[in-house]
T-cell receptor, first 114, second 119 residues
Framework: AQSVTQLDSQVPVFEEAPVELRCNYS??????LFWYVQYPNQGLQLLLK??????LVKGINGFEAEFNKSQTSFHLRKPSVHISDTAEYFC????????????FGKGTKLSVKP | DTGVSQDPRHKITKRGQNVTFRCDPI?????LYWYRQTLGQGPEFLTY????????KSRLLSDRFSAERPKGSFSTLEIQRTEQGDSAMYLC?????????????????FGQGTRLTVV
């Protein structure tokens, strides 16, 4: 069975500071990995995804993530955050098999303060 | 590409009433998923369709829940005899199924969700 652990439920940070949101996964098969962002009372928007190839993936809004197979991690980073990055961030895994549904972590609330 | 749309955005209902939500996926997407998201949690998979066929149901989907996708386009999710524990955000997502290089389900597009409050 697959699972996702987001190690921090809340991350407060000052504007223009760097941020890292941590994600670890467990799976017995090769996986696809995703980060989604959710603004209040909205659906989820894809930030970035790892399917194969280069372990460093770049996404929208200046975010990037690094896939580390030995540590089963997929941490999300941004070198300088903005107030508008305040939102909830979800890490998700998919086995890529016939079912294709996503398994989500519990989310990390990023609060960017001026 | 108008994205995934869900209707209604908000629904308040009394306990014991039936409710129905609608999801319109991206038109060329043959896979459609329903998820439920409760406060402080990530979305949890409920069920999915490949075209009009419902292929998998989570154990979260009690017998009070039913989903349909009659013509392989839009889908409905009905909850009968609602309970307060059904209060949640219900999210719909669609995927192309196979991407341009033959990989399966590589990107899910989500709707805005329907927030259900059972009072």
């Amino acid at each position: 069975a697959q699972s996702v652990t987001q190690l921090d439920s809340q991350v407060p940070v000052f504007e223009e500071a760097p941020v890292e949101l941590r994600c670890n996964y467990s799976s017995s098969v090769s996986v696809y990995l995703f980060w989604y962002v959710q603004y209040p009372n909205q659906g989820l928007q894809l930030l970035l995804k790892y399917l194969s190839g280069s372990t460093l993936v770049k996404g929208i809004n200046g975010f990037e993530a690094e896939f580390n197979k030995s540590q089963t991690s997929f941490h999300l980073r941004k070198p300088s955050v903005h107030i508008s990055d305040t939102a909830e961030y979800f890490c998700a895994v998919s086995g890529g098999g016939s079912q294709g549904n996503l398994i989500f972590g519990k989310g990390t609330k990023l609060s960017v303060k001026p | 590409d108008t994205g995934v749309s869900q209707d209604p955005r908000h629904k308040i209902t009394k306990r014991g009433q039936n409710v129905t939500f609608r999801c319109d996926p991206i038109s060329e997407h043959n896979r459609l998923y329903w998820y439920r998201q409760t406060l402080g949690q990530g979305p949890e998979f409920l069920t999915y369709f490949q075209n009009e066929a419902q292929l998998e149901k989570s154990r979260l989907l009690s017998d009070r829940f039913s989903a349909e996708r009659p013509k392989g386009s839009f889908s409905t999710l009905e909850i009968q005899r609602t309970e307060q524990g059904d209060s949640a955000m219900y999210l719909c997502a669609s995927t192309r199924g196979i991407d341009r290089v033959g990989r399966k389900n590589t990107e899910a597009f989500f709707g805005q969700g329907t927030r259900l409050t059972v009072v």
